[in-house]
């Protein structure tokens, strides 16, 4: 990415900073972004930026270069540089738990040095991360080579990953990933994560208790689902094959040992990590265990190396080169300038059809934050609403309103060049479907043009006044399109990161703590103080609101237990 002035200016503060963007989106045609590529041929490569064969292109935005100025100018007041070097020096950047953020000492060589500083001392991050992915490898090729064995000595056949949240979601999408499609997984994965039952049956449905190995993801180990859900899983065991075989079928990966211990599972399968992890960034840690199970632990690794490779060059890459900084900054433009509150993510790559589900809790969990670290309110929006299904599933459901709705929703295009199937012609139509999207938004369609079209059609001009309006697409409608060569674990970790850095990014400019989840809190308190009262026995004065109550009531009435 070039730009045509290089030179970076600090605002007064941030305030300044994002009354300067939007001041700059209210200049005439500020929003608009054909204007842009009329004035100037290079755009789409001025503003397309690489690292090795991974390519954003934000030309389709309406950042020209003084705006881009301008973000780099706010990057400068947030003091990005800074902070990235606290990130990465293992400072406590989540602020509000006293805890660094060091989830790159994961898939950091174990030599790296990176420390995580800790209120009296630090962690060697990357050595101890490296420590426990020795016994992890260990571990998973003693399974593969059918040394480790159920309980009656089959075979383990099938992988149960238990956990909610981060505990789940990141696992899910890389073995996803990287299974779908293949029919060469090593064990089958399987997931559960919700409390309700329905999601047990389903899970284990057709499964054999004998055959398969059960992993209880969760870092605290105190959330509920996730105990639930383990506490059946084990019941299940038990039933098919005697309590003694608990310790055969049972892996516990988390920070909390001594709830491990408790709950039963021998210290020698419990694989465990550090608070300085975030749950939304542990599928690197032990949590993602499941994947190389899956997948074969030489994958795995590939799959940090990518995301190492990452880190890297978030770290050190200029900000004009810097994929992180790049997407994030647009993603200020679009939340703060253009005042977009949603993000939509279409990877047009069946394999990744869960990676929105992981980035909403990425984004969401990570910047859906109203106070800024002093704890004054921020006076600025943060977090955008994310949403996203693959494409092109995507443009036969909700693409009609970001084509044609009153508001303006971003778009982050996902494709890999080349498939790992034998029909090139459907991943040619994948690509030209993508592509096309990304035009048509850009683009849209005018009322003359339609109309033109329509009475070269030999339509009648009564017709043509009717419908015409209903046919116009407005345009000028941003995304941003990232490319690579092919989806594999190594594209794939490195995908991942990218967005966990854009985040970080994002965070630090709004001056949040992209790093705490306050906000889950609440509403876990609130259900454990209400379980209690949906029992047939329960006491009836319940303490709510009138709505609340009412609910109870209405709950054990229609069960037939009140
Ligand atoms: O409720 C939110 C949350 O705390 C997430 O941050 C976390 O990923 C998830 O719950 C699961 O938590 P745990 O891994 O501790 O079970």
């Given at each position: 990415m070039s730009m045509t002035h290089t030179e970076i200016a600090p605002f007064a503060d941030r305030q300044a900073g994002f009354s300067h963007l939007r001041a700059l989106a209210d200049r005439?045609?500020?929003?608009?972004?054909?204007p842009l590529f009329a004035a100037d041929p290079a755009r789409a490569a001025r503003f397309t930026a690489r690292f090795d064969d991974l390519s954003l292109d934000v030309?389709?935005?309406?950042?020209?270069d003084v705006a881009l100025q301008a973000l780099f100018g706010l990057a400068a007041t947030a003091g990005l540089d800074d902070f990235r070097r606290r990130l990465f020096a293992g400072e406590p950047v989540n602020t509000t738990e006293h805890r660094?953020?060091?989830?790159?000492a994961l898939r950091a060589?174990?030599?790296?040095?990176l420390q995580a500083i800790l209120p009296h001392g630090s962690d060697d991050a990357a050595a101890m991360a490296g420590d426990e992915r020795a016994r992890m490898r260990r571990f998973v090729v003693a399974v593969h080579d059918r040394h480790i064995r159920g309980f009656t000595g089959q075979v383990f056949t099938d992988v149960l990953s238990i956990g909610i949240g981060g505990s789940d979601l990141g696992p899910r999408v890389a073995t996803e990933a990287l299974t779908i499609?293949?029919?060469?997984?090593k064990l089958t994965p399987h997931f559960l994560s919700n409390v309700d039952g329905h999601a047990f049956l389903e899970a284990t449905r057709g499964l054999d208790p004998a055959r398969t190995l059960v992993l209880v993801a969760s870092?605290?180990?105190?959330t509920q689902e996730t105990a639930m859900n383990a506490a059946a899983a084990r019941a299940w065991i038990v039933a098919a094959l005697?309590?003694?075989a608990v310790a055969s079928h049972f892996v516990a990966l988390s920070t909390n040992v001594k709830a491990v211990a408790a709950f039963g599972i021998n210290p020698d399968r419990v694989f465990a990590f550090q608070d300085w992890v975030g749950g939304r960034y542990s599928?690197?840690?032990?949590?993602?265990?499941?994947i190389p199970l899956a997948v074969g632990w030489e994958k795995f690794q590939q799959m940090l190396d990518g995301a190492w490779s990452m880190d890297c060059h978030f770290r050190d890459a200029p900000w004009q080169q810097n994929l992180p900084v790049l997407l994030g900054l647009t993603g200020i433009w679009h939340t703060?300038?253009?005042?977009?509150?949603t993000q939509c993510i279409l990877a047009?790559?069946?394999?990744?059809?869960r990676l929105p589900a992981h980035l909403q809790q990425l984004e969401m969990e990570s910047?859906?934050?109203?106070?800024?670290l002093s704890g004054a309110p921020t006076g600025w929006d943060t977090g955008p609403i994310l949403f996203g299904e693959p494409g092109t599933n995507a443009q036969h459901s909700f693409m009609q309103l970001v084509h044609q709705g009153t508001r303006t929703v971003p778009v982050d295009f996902i494709l890999a060049a080349?498939?790992?199937?034998?029909r090139p012609d459907a991943h040619r139509a994948l690509a030209a479907n993508a592509f096309a999207q990304a035009e048509a938004l850009m683009h849209g369609r005018s009322e003359a043009t339609i109309r033109a079209d329509m009475a070269a059609r030999g339509i009648a001009a009564p017709e043509i006044d009717a419908i015409a309006p209903h046919r116009v697409a407005p345009g000028e409608r941003p995304s941003n399109t990232i490319m690579f060569t092919r989806l594999d674990p190594f594209s794939l970790g490195r995908l991942i990161a990218l967005y966990e850095h854009k985040v970080a990014v994002q965070g630090c400019l709004w001056g949040?703590?992209?790093?705490?989840?306050?906000?889950?809190?609440l509403g876990k308190q609130l259900a454990s103080g209400i379980l209690p009262e949906?029992?047939?026995?329960?006491?009836?004065?319940?303490?709510?609101?009138a709505s609340t109550n009412a609910l109870i009531e209405r709950f054990l009435s229609l069960r037939g237990e009140s």
């Open positions: 005439m045609d500020g929003r608009r972004i054909t030309s389709k935005s309406s950042i020209d660094a953020a060091m989830h790159m060589p174990e030599d790296s040095g499609g293949r029919s060469d997984a870092k605290t180990f105190t005697g309590e003694q599928l690197w840690s032990p949590v993602g265990l499941v703060n300038a253009l005042g977009c509150a047009y790559d069946e394999r990744l059809r910047n859906g934050k109203h106070v800024m080349n498939a790992d199937h034998d949040i703590d992209s790093f705490d989840q306050w906000g889950v809190e949906l029992t047939p026995d329960a006491a009836k004065d319940h303490r709510h609101d």
